[in-house]
């Protein structure tokens, strides 16, 4: 069973943190993604990575960086979190070439 | 820009009926129109997708309808159920030379299926 997890739920920090989003995969999939989903804006593209070491900016990539170290992981770093990055955060997988994105139950983060 | 319009925003249906959600998009280079299904608490899934060289592709209850000339394609949910209350998200891709498939979504439909 295909499985990407995100290393929390909930997250609340305050203004100016750093912070840090985990995602793993299980699939051995090459492509990996970050979404933020906001209601009535549906989901938008942060950061996509297609190998190790590899990332390239989405459609909405201030505020945010990426980290791909190992096939499996993709992290989300928020380097000064700010009340607008307030939103829930979704992590996918696709293989190479695939069509399907596998999504992880995201973590919504909160910023004081 | 956005460049998937999704409507409507929200849906009330009765047990039974046929629940209609629409998209239409801008670029066309897209070639691949998947539909995601998202529970409260889950992440999407895929639910059903098509490729534009098909006017309708059917999965059980679910229907895709592909309008390439008016750039629409549309969701139907027939017989709909109260375990189909959802948010529903359309989506247009296409592959990039990369070998990865860019998503963009509409806005989301949340569906609500009364007994």
């Known amino acids: 069973d295909v499985k990407v997890t995100q290393s929390s ?6 203004t100016g943190e750093k912070v840090f989003l985990e995602c793993v995969q299980d699939m051995d999939h090459e492509n990996m993604f970050w ?42 770093i928020l380097e000064s979190a700010s009340t607008n990055q307030t939103s829930m955060y979704l992590c996918a997988s696709s293989l190479y070439r695939g069509n399907e994105q596998f999504f992880g139950p995201g973590t919504r983060l909160t910023v004081l | 820009q956005q460049q998937v319009k999704q409507s409507p925003q929200s849906l009330i249906v009765q047990k039974g009926g046929i629940s209609i959600i629409n998209c239409a998009y801008e670029n066309t280079a897209f070639d691949y129109f998947p539909w995601y299904q998202q529970f409260p608490g889950k992440g999407p899934a895929l639910l059903i997708a098509i490729r534009p060289d098909v006017s309708e592709k059917k999965e059980g209850r679910f229907t895709i309808s592909f309008n390439k000339s008016a750039k629409q394609f549309s969701l139907h ?30 806005a989301g439909t949340r569906l609500a299926v009364h007994p």
């Open chain 1, 9 to 14: 739920r909930y997250l609340v920090k305050r």
């Open chain 1, 35 to 76: 979404y933020r989903q906001d209601p009535g804006l549906g989901l938008r593209l942060i950061y996509f990575s297609y190998d190790v070491k590899m990332k390239e900016k989405g459609d909405i990539p201030e505020g945010y960086s990426v980290s791909r170290e190992k096939k499996e992981r993709f992290s989300l």
């Open chain 2, 77 to 106: 949910i027939m017989d709909s159920q109260p375990g189909d209350s959802a948010t529903y998200f359309c989506a247009a891709s296409k592959q990039l030379r990369g070998g990865y498939n860019k998503l963009i979504f509409g």
